[in-house]
């Protein structure tokens, strides 16, 4: 079992940044893509950005293109994803997720791990 735990949500004003972290510990964690997703209540979770398991590879949700970096450090098993400048409607809850370094996927299907997410609101 691979465990995920979020970190790093919470109020943020529009324009302003904010990174989430995501420790990984259980596995390898390099044997992973890794993603982010945002839910907010009553909706479907939504895909934000990936990375391969090397760095080497990243997109995201054309929203937060520009906005939005997702990083990793494969030596300290984590995954981070730094918003700049937010918008109110980049409020959710974020997870992170981990899955097969094969394809780098935007549905949740594809990813096996998560973590229990971590609240962001943004605020005008």
């Known amino acids: 079992q691979l465990q995920l735990v979020e970190s790093g949500g919470g109020l943020v004003q529009a324009g302003g940044s904010l990174t989430l972290s995501c420790a990984a510990s259980g596995r390898t964690f390099s044997e992973y893509n890794m993603a982010w997703f945002r839910q907010a209540p009553g909706k479907e979770r939504e895909f934000v950005a990936a990375i391969s398991w090397n760095g080497g590879d990243a997109y995201y949700l054309d929203s937060v293109k520009g906005r939005f970096t997702v990083s990793r450090d494969n030596a300290k098993n984590t995954v981070s994803l730094h918003m700049n400048s937010p918008k109110p409607e980049d409020t959710d809850v974020y997870y992170c997720?981990?899955?097969?370094?094969?394809?780098?996927?935007?549905?949740?299907?594809?990813?096996?791990?998560w973590g229990q997410g971590t609240q962001v609101t943004c605020s005008s």
């Open positions: 997720a981990a899955g097969s370094r094969l394809f780098l996927h935007s549905q949740p299907g594809a990813y096996s791990y």
